[in-house]
């Protein structure tokens, strides 16, 4: 595993000939993703695609959570210190340019809750394969922040804008089956078959035309490049929401269990 041995949060290893895995894991925390984590997140794909022997990815959680979102106390350091905000917000949108850049085929494997940057790597893959039951939440407005580390590059064009205002103005959740439905994930298959499926469209992707399949998928990314400009604008809103007061209550009431009680303006 030459090369990947630095990494603490994600667990990295050959599900098959050329199909490498990762996993996000942080089971204490139901895979939350710290800072550490975070900026893992937006590292390794620039490693999997300098690594020769890498012909696929595969991108799961550990246990049955795919990833449940964004550690607080990270969110809360960012609201009090400029610099680690910044930092961020840069690696932020690496995670998302990293895996639309990706030249490698990645398949996700979702499995439970789904939130925050784990989410962004589920929806940006190029195949996403969810159980019935995952719950797949963009919780940034509950938070009191824009919607911005990948909703708006990408969930317009999976599910219609429609769809996109409804479930990421109110934080509406959606179940995998729900999810397959409006087109925001590829398919939806049941929990028990969640890794093994997502195992097996790998295998076939590592397997197929090499060329063929990055070049396809770097013409179908153009949409997603097309989308830039407003994915920068969305981040760069989320990241000024993190000066404000309403994040404060946000995490305050995530942490107390509790909806939230926003000023009114």
């Known amino acids: 595993m030459g090369g990947y041995e630095g990494y603490e949060r994600l667990k990295i290893d050959w599900a098959a000939d050329g199909v490498l895995r990762i996993v996000i894991s942080e089971p204490r925390r139901r895979n939350a993703v710290d800072m550490t984590g975070h900026r893992e997140l937006a590292a390794i794909w620039r490693d999997a695609d300098a690594d020769d022997s890498v012909r696929a990815v595969l991108i799961r959680g550990e246990g049955e959570t795919f990833s449940a979102g964004g550690d607080l106390s990270m969110i809360e350091e960012m609201t009090r210190d400029h610099e680690v905000r910044m930092r961020i917000l840069g690696e932020a949108r690496d995670i998302v340019y990293n895996v639309i850049n990706c030249s490698k085929p990645i398949v996700s494997a979702v499995?439970?809750?789904?939130?925050?940057?784990?989410?962004?790597?589920?929806?940006?893959?190029?195949?996403?394969?969810?159980?019935?039951?995952?719950?797949?939440?963009?919780?940034?407005?509950?938070?009191?922040?824009?919607?911005?580390?990948?909703?708006?590059?990408?969930?317009?064009?999976?599910?219609?804008?429609?769809?996109?205002?409804?479930?990421?103005?109110?934080?509406?959740?959606?179940?995998?089956?729900?999810?397959?439905?409006?087109?925001?994930?590829?398919?939806?298959?049941?929990?028990?078959?969640?890794?093994?499926?997502?195992?097996?469209?790998?295998?076939?992707?590592?397997?197929?035309?090499?060329?063929?399949?990055?070049?396809?998928?770097?013409?179908?990314?153009?949409?997603?490049?097309?989308?830039?400009?407003?994915?920068?604008?969305?981040?760069?809103?989320?990241?000024?929401?993190?000066?404000?007061?309403?994040?404060?209550?946000?995490?305050?009431?995530?942490?107390?269990?509790?909806?939230?009680?926003?000023?009114?303006?």
């Open 111 to 265: 499995q439970g809750p789904a939130v925050g940057a784990g989410l962004a790597v589920a929806l940006l893959a190029d195949v996403s394969v969810a159980g019935r039951t995952a719950r797949i939440i963009d919780g940034h407005t509950r938070l009191g922040v824009a919607a911005g580390d990948h909703a708006a590059i990408v969930w317009p064009l999976l599910c219609g804008l429609a769809k996109a205002k409804y479930h990421l103005l109110l934080c509406e959740p959606l179940s995998g089956a729900e999810a397959e439905r409006i087109g925001l994930v590829s398919l939806c298959v049941d929990d028990d078959a969640v890794h093994d499926r997502a195992l097996e469209i790998a295998v076939r992707l590592a397997r197929g035309s090499a060329e063929a399949i990055r070049l396809t998928k770097y013409a179908l990314n153009n949409w997603l490049r097309q989308a830039g400009p407003a994915f920068d604008a969305s981040l760069a809103l989320e990241f000024l929401g993190f000066t404000g007061p309403d994040v404060v209550e946000g995490v305050r009431a995530v942490r107390e269990r509790r909806d939230p009680e926003f000023p009114a303006r």
